[in-house]
């Protein structure tokens, strides 16, 4: 599987937009880029995910380089909530079976 | 809510014993995952079954086993236990076979301690 790189851990002060970077430089063109997320004290929690083009749903947006080497999460306006660990993770298409494989994620951390 | 349910939620044993953890995944996923986590080695996949049959392996160990149902609720047993296998055990469930651009949906997990 490609790997990804994440910062360790990143702070930033309630209602403000928090930009989670993750780097997947070996990223095959048929990898998907999925982001979860572990609060503390419970399993991982899907957050969004996507192939070439940048996703939105009601909990964050999913930037994706044109290259596809990198691609930055988005948390509009992040609450105490927010959190957790989050991790990126690619899945390769043509697999199926295999399970999710998380990196150490990066730690954020959010100022009141 | 994730829908996915584990029991027990804490369970305590000693080490040679051997333990089931049990998994109830969403209402219409055909797969089931199991996960460990542990502090050195982070979430690690253990193995995947989808509507009984066996489909990938990860990283498990031969003392453990695995095994989903007709009702599609799964088990994982460990047995010969080791301290090192005090971990959380997560299960997550998935509408289809698995998928690249399938949720896994997980469940609050089994904390195990091995004494």
């Known amino acids: 599987d490609a790997k990804t790189t994440q910062p360790n851990s990143m702070e930033s002060n309630e209602e403000e937009p928090v930009h989670l970077p993750c780097n997947h430089s070996?990223?095959?063109?048929?990898?998907?880029i999925h982001w979860y997320r572990q609060l503390p004290s419970q399993g991982p929690e899907y957050v969004i995910h996507?192939?070439?083009s940048n996703v939105n749903n009601r909990m964050a947006s999913l930037a994706i380089a044109e290259d596809r080497k990198s691609s930055t999460l988005i948390l509009h306006r992040a609450t105490l909530r927010d959190a957790a660990v989050y991790y990126c993770?690619?899945?390769?298409?043509?697999?199926?079976?295999?399970?999710?494989?998380f990196g150490k994620g990066t730690h954020l951390i959010i100022q009141p | 809510d994730s829908g996915v349910t584990q029991t027990p939620k804490h369970l305590i044993t000693a080490t040679g014993q051997r333990v089931t953890l049990r998994c109830s995944p969403r209402?219409?996923?055909?797969?089931v995952y199991w996960y460990q986590q542990s502090l050195d080695q982070g979430l690690q996949f253990l193995i995947h079954?989808?509507?009984?049959?066996?489909?990938a392996k990860g990283n498990i160990l031969e003392r453990f086993s695995a095994q989903q149902f007709p009702d599609l609720h799964s088990e994982l047993n460990l047995s010969s236990l080791e301290l090192g296998d005090s971990a959380l055990y997560f299960c997550?469930?998935?509408?289809?076979?698995?998928?690249?651009?399938?949720?896994?949906?997980f469940g609050p997990g089994t904390r195990l301690l091995v004494l």
């Open positions: 996507g192939l070439t």
């Open positions: 997550a469930s998935s509408v289809g076979v698995g998928l690249a651009g399938e949720t896994q949906y």
């Open positions: 079954y989808y509507n009984g049959e066996e489909r």
């Open positions: 070996t990223i095959s063109g048929t990898d998907y």
């Open positions: 209402s219409g996923d055909l797969s």
């Open positions: 993770i690619l899945m390769y298409s043509g697999g199926g079976a295999d399970g999710l494989t």
